[in-house]
């Protein structure tokens, strides 16, 4: 009978969570899990893809990976746009940036400047691995200092630095050495922006619940002031000095490519057209900024958390450096293709802890269908990666850590064994920055299992593995204990 209704009338509406008139679907959603959990768990009731109702707006979640294909890949310019909300606006004035634009020629013209920008100073030049492995080199330094004095070390702060250092000195050529008062302020206002932004809060939902006094809005439009300020700052002095010969940085390729559009040089595009504004340009900047910090640190800090809890996964890995590389050299990037378990270690950790379990919501940009499934216009669809990267039917004991799933019965090349494994998304709205985040992975994780064991400190407990949700999930604060290794005394002449 089902198959029978569906071609007398077409696709079907996906089925839908209770719904009240205003606050939709909200009741439902009431539970300490997060969203992700939450989504997944929810399935069981509705079905691997269903619809909800937040506010007004309709929102269908994903849960499998045929769907979640079909979504990013096959119909990946129809579902290429995104949401517009209260705080992602005042973020990105009025989505004026890559991450949360919306799908158009001036967007396009973005994504594609900026991932020429990355691949030149990124994949394509000797040049980013030296910035990585110049912080990789100050992270072990500090980290030794504070190993030597035998202290239980937080090291999230040098991650942090390390990492945002590195999208520095791409975007400006520029880095920051430690308590740098400047480095300071940006650290305290993108932990600002990443406490209130696109957290599904009450005003993305209820827009109109702006007109009333709200902290987290006040706090991060005042975070937003501040990264402006800085920003503007580096823009103004990169147009001072530019040249058409010389490009620094990204922020130089971006003001070429904004002159070019202006003097209509560019053979496919005009200014006019694609409306390449200081605004785009100086928020384009902010997204690399806000989407490779915050991730990038995250899945580090992951990683730390689960080579703690298994000994043997972070001794295998050391087994593989010093048999491959040896204590004489840090490693580099061309020993990838050399140490395939800290890589499937790291594939692991990006499938068991995604940073962005509900990558960032799209949005249908004309009628059209998911599965068997009929999706209007403007609805909004959530792809949830937890779901894919936990789904019993593609994953043995998918809550068990076990690097050892993405290596081939050999276990000496790497493999994906499953097409249910997503981890910077696919298609139109790919990260555009995997391959500079895969560099710095790679980089950071093996100078720093080459120079040290980590372990728990005395007297500590176990990292938490739970996870707390937010624009990224995010691991609780933990503490380590870094032993140096043999050998890293004779790294250390050529290091610190
Ligand atoms: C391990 C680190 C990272 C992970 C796991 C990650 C993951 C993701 C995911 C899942 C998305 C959303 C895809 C979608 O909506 O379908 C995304 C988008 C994005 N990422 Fe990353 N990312 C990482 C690092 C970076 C870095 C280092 C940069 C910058 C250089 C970056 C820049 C972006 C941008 C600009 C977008 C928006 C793309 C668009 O909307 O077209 N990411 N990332």
Redo the contacts with the bound molecule.
Sequence with gaps: WQLKAKSSHGPQEPPCLPALPLIGSLLSLQSPCPPHVLFKELQKKYGETFLMMMGSHRVIIVNQHAHAKEV?LKKGKIFAG?PRTVTTDILTRDGKD????DYSATWRFH?KI?HGA?CMFGEGSASIERIICAEAQSLCCSVSEAAAVGLALDLAPELTRAVTNV?CS?CFNSSYSRGDPEFEGMLRYSQGIVDTVAKDSLVDVFPWLQVFPNADLRLLKHCVAIRDKLLQKKYDEHKADYSDHVQRDLLDALLRAKRSAENNNTADINAESVGLSDDHLLMTVG??FG???E??TT?LKWAVAYLIHHPDVQRRIQHELDTKIGADRPPRLSDRGSLPYLEATIREV?RIR???PL????VALSDTSIGDFRVKKGTRVI?N?WSLHHDEKEWNSPELFDPDRFLDSEGTGLTIPSSSY?????????????A???M??FLFLSWILQHFTLSVPPDHSLPSLEGKFGVVLQPTKYKVKATPRPGWWRAKSQTC
């Design positions: 990013l995104r890559i991450a949360f634009g994504r900026v990355l999208v791409l997204d690399i989407a490779g910090v991730t990038t899945v990006l995604p940073v962005a990558l960032i919501p799209h792809i990666l997503l981890p910077f998304g696919t298609g139109i709205r790919v990260c555009l920055g995997e500079l985040a895969k710095e992975l």
